[in-house]
Nanobody, 123 residues
Framework: QVHLVEFGGGLVQAGGSLRLSCKAS????????MGWFRQAPGKEREFVAA????????NYADSVEGRFTISRGYVKNTINLQMNNLKPEDTAVYYC????????????????WGQGTQVSVSS
């Protein structure tokens, strides 16, 4: 069993930055991948970014490419999502998730999920 906890959400003005973190407990990452997804009110959960723990390969949604950076944290079993130049349309609950093997942009491919953290961007 894996337990994920997200940190770092909040309210920021458009153009600002936030840094989300996700800490996993229950197993080491090994050959696992981690992903960030988000869900805005009335919308489906959508892919944001993913990283393969072993080689730090990454994927990004087109909507965040160049603004968001996913990375392994310095704290063991932690990943980060640095979000710069935030826009009102980035407002959502952000979830981290993990799966065994290669990274995926599909939410149903992930086995474990955090509880989510709210990110709100004002115009």
């Amino acid at each position: 069993q894996v337990h994920l906890v997200e940190f770092g959400g909040g309210l920021v003005q458009a153009g600002g930055s936030l840094r989300l973190s996700c800490k996993a407990s229950g197993r080491t990452f090994g050959s696992y991948s981690m992903g960030w997804f988000r869900q805005a009110p009335g919308k489906e959960r959508e892919f944001v970014a993913a990283i393969t723990w072993s080689d730090e390969g990454t994927n990004y949604a087109d909507s965040v490419e160049g603004r968001f950076t996913i990375s392994r944290g310095y704290v063991k079993n932690t990943i980060n999502l640095q979000m710069n130049n935030l826009k009102p349309e980035d407002t959502a609950v952000y979830y981290c998730a993990t799966r065994q093997g290669s990274r995926s942009i599909v939410a149903r491919d992930y086995d474990y999920w955090g509880q989510g953290t709210q990110v709100s961007v004002s115009s």
